[in-house]
């Protein structure tokens, strides 16, 4: 995997439904992510798709979460999308140009005012509209909120999208590629599995593990066998025995519980049986050296 001078980082993508989301990142991505886009919601911070090109990565994650609590799951959700967003590089607030500004924005607004990463106001479908329209439509979010950039896009005719794309490299650091160029529009499964162990993890935990912890996929192979086993080996690292007596649980109760679960939600994912081999280890201080890679399950 080179390394040299290339940019990699994370990109959230949120807004309300129907603001041209998905149809943005097929723009960006091709139809690769139709794959991961049509897929029953099974995780909340899911990944729709990589873009790699000679600039580096651009990891697109989606954060369901925000929107207005209305229930102590929702709640849950909103807290854990507002991790995302907090670690992330760019989040790309997408709205639409003919739907006026309501409630739920403003809330999503409130939400990123609590957070520090470079927000991009990203306007959308202004194929339907009147150019006239687009200041005053623009202004309503700038009196909420502040904008590292503002970027009207037509994601339907690709009008301005490359735009952005330029945009999120120009905030992007230094990094390596997380997935190898051929491997990741194909195969991003494995950055899911790990997703939705973690998920299940601080979940299951009511966040007495901290959301740092790392998912790393050790193997994963379809089984020669009739009904096609996908086996996943995954070790989950944490920085203390303590935590990870905690994700182990009384006679490893808790471990058994995170794995079951698991593994239905990827048996949903891929559509085939899988046999989910989950271990757990401490490993002091991998935080401070891999956190960036680790905290998203990249492994090299
Ligand atoms: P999501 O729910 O945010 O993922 O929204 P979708 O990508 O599914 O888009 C919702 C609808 O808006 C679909 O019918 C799209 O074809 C349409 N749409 C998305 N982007 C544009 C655009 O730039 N212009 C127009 N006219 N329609 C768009
Ligand atoms: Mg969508
Ligand atoms: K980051």
Same mark, same amino acid.
């Given at each position: 995997?080179?390394?040299?001078?290339?940019?990699?980082?994370?990109?959230?993508?949120?807004?309300?439904?129907?603001?041209?989301?998905?149809?943005?990142?097929?723009?960006?991505?091709?139809?690769?992510?139709?794959?991961?886009?049509?897929?029953?919601?099974?995780?909340?911070?899911?990944?729709?798709?990589?873009?790699? !090109?000679?600039?580096?990565?651009?990891?697109?994650?989606?954060?369901?979460?925000?929107?207005?609590?209305?229930?102590?799951?929702? !709640?849950?959700?909103?807290?854990?999308?507002?991790?995302?967003?907090?670690?992330?590089?760019?989040?790309?607030?997408?709205?639409?140009?003919?739907?006026?500004?309501?409630?739920?924005?403003?809330?999503?607004?409130?939400?990123?005012?609590?957070?520090?990463?470079?927000?991009?106001?990203?306007?959308?479908?202004?194929?339907?509209?009147?150019?006239?329209?687009?200041?005053?439509?623009?202004?309503?979010?700038?009196?909420?909120?502040?904008?590292?950039?503002?970027?009207?896009?037509?994601?339907?005719?690709?009008?301005?999208?490359?735009?952005?794309?330029?945009?999120?490299?120009?905030?992007?650091?230094?990094?390596?590629?997380?997935?190898?160029?051929?491997?990741?529009?194909?195969?991003?499964?494995?950055?899911?599995?790990?997703?939705?162990?973690?998920?299940?993890?601080?979940?299951?935990?009511?966040?007495?593990?901290?959301?740092?912890?790392?998912?790393?996929?050790?193997?994963?192979?379809?089984? !020669?066998?009739?009904?096609?086993?996908?086996?996943?080996?995954?070790?989950?690292?944490?920085?203390?025995?303590?935590?990870?007596?905690?994700?182990?649980?009384?006679?490893?109760?808790?471990?058994?519980?995170?794995?079951?679960?698991?593994?239905?939600?990827?048996?949903?994912?891929?559509?085939?049986?899988?046999?989910?081999?989950?271990?757990?280890?401490?490993?002091?201080?991998?935080?401070?050296?891999?956190?960036?890679?680790?905290?998203?399950?990249?492994?090299?």
């Amino acid at each position: 995997m080179g390394n040299e001078n290339v940019k990699s980082g994370f990109v959230a993508l949120i807004g309300r439904p129907n603001v041209g989301k998905s149809t943005l990142l097929n723009a960006i991505l091709g139809q690769k992510v139709a794959i991961m886009s049509n897929k029953p919601q099974t995780t909340r911070n899911r990944i729709h798709g990589v873009h790699t !090109d000679e600039r580096g990565q651009i990891v697109f994650l989606d954060t369901p979460g925000i929107h207005k609590p209305k229930s102590r799951l929702g !709640d849950y959700m909103v807290k854990v999308s507002m991790n995302t967003l907090q670690e992330v590089d760019v989040v790309c607030w997408i709205v639409d140009v003919e739907e006026e500004m309501g409630p739920g924005d403003r809330f999503i607004a409130d939400v990123l005012k609590k957070v520090e990463t470079p927000v991009f106001l990203v306007v959308n479908k202004i194929d339907r509209v009147h150019p006239e329209r687009l200041l005053p439509f623009i202004d309503q979010f700038r009196k909420e909120l502040e904008f590292q950039e503002v970027i009207p896009i037509s994601a339907l005719n690709g009008n301005n999208v490359r735009t952005l794309v330029e945009q999120i490299y120009e905030r992007l650091p230094e990094g390596p590629k997380y997935y190898p160029d051929d491997q990741l529009t194909d195969h991003p499964e494995q950055f899911i599995v790990c997703e939705l162990i973690r998920e299940k993890i601080l979940h299951k935990t009511h966040e007495e593990v901290p959301h740092s912890i790392a998912v790393v996929i050790e193997d994963m192979e379809q089984r !020669d066998d009739a009904k096609g086993t996908v086996y996943v080996r995954a070790t989950v690292y944490t920085e203390r025995p303590s935590q990870k007596g905690i994700i182990i649980g009384k006679q490893g109760k808790m471990l058994k519980e995170v794995g079951r679960e698991a593994r239905q939600d990827i048996e949903r994912l891929l559509g085939s049986p899988v046999y989910l081999d989950l271990w757990v280890k401490v490993k002091k201080d991998w935080r401070n050296e891999e956190h960036a890679l680790r905290r998203f399950g990249y492994r090299e």
